[in-house]
């Protein structure tokens, strides 16, 4: 009888060597998406389960893609965290910020296992506000506790 062991790769994303801190490590990133969050993701989008699925999946690859960007990947990963999401429009549109932030969530979890070790309410505290300003942005800064 053969026995299969299964050997997890580490994705592109993560750096090789996790370890030890050391003293010029970051205590916090910011990063900047380029966009409100998408509408579509949020509880009042009407989107096929197919299509939400394929969209979520790309706002967590544009997420990864910004911290490959930045050098923002932290290894090992922060066990606890404080997310500040300022969203800035550029128009005077009203929106609700609860709907923003639950439009945020595939941002948020492609923060996971790059920066944070895990989003839940215990280890990810969240803050949030709303701007306007010249031109559309997300501006998401995430501070080790």
């Not at 592109?12 to 996790?18: C, E, G, K, N, R």
């Not at 090992?76 to 300022?86: F, G, K, M």
């Amino acid at each position: 009888m053969e026995t299969h062991t299964h050997s997890q790769e580490k994705a592109p994303w993560i750096p090789s060597d996790t370890g030890s801190a050391n003293e010029n490590a970051m205590t916090s990133v910011t990063v900047t998406m380029p966009n409100l969050p998408w509408s579509k993701l949020g509880p009042n989008g009407r989107l096929h389960p197919i299509a939400k699925n394929t969209l979520v999946q790309s706002a967590i690859e544009a997420m990864l893609a910004e911290l490959v960007s930045q050098d923002a990947i932290q290894a090992p990963n922060w066990e606890r965290a404080h997310l500040d999401i300022t969203y800035v429009a550029s128009d005077k549109r009203r929106r609700d910020l609860d709907n923003l932030i639950a439009c945020t969530k595939p941002w948020i979890d492609g923060l996971v296992g790059t920066v944070i070790k895990d989003d839940s309410a215990d280890r990810l505290e969240l803050s949030a506000r709303y701007e306007i300003g010249d031109e559309a942005k997300t501006i998401m800064k995430v501070s080790m506790l």
